[in-house]
């Protein structure tokens, strides 16, 4: 059970909070402040939305924004909702010099505030 409205911080220092959901879709937005070292798009929050069904939750964050920096990147995470904890893996992807898609991956452990 995903508690709504809800703040969540990971091991990056990056928040992440669920502010409204869908109860009949599981569909829900909110804000993503990235504040991981070694990122671009820090300390603003950019539009995140999700969707969590049982346990399993999906979520992205488009780093695209009309009033915050750019950086034309698209990140997606995977993970399932356990207590106070959500571990997920993530996958970024972006467009590089070569104008094809490129992937990076890795994993996050969000912690309820
Ligand atoms: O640098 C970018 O292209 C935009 C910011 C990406 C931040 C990534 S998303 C996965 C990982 N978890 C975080 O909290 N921040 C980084």
Do not use: E
């Amino acid at each position: 059970q995903l508690a709504v409205p809800s703040t969540w911080v990971n091991q990056r220092g990056s928040i992440l909070s669920i502010q409204a959901i869908d109860a009949s879709t599981g569909n829900f937005t909110g804000t993503y402040v990235n504040n991981a070292a070694g990122f671009s798009c820090r300390g603003q929050p950019y539009a995140m939305a999700g969707n969590v069904a049982a346990n399993k939750i999906d979520f992205y964050v488009n780093w695209t924004s009309p009033t915050a920096p750019n950086c034309r990147t698209i990140t997606i995470w995977n993970g399932r909702v356990a207590g106070d904890k959500i571990p997920t893996r993530w996958k970024l992807y972006y467009v590089g010099s070569d104008w094809n898609f490129h992937k990076m991956t890795g994993q996050d452990l969000f912690t309820r505030r």
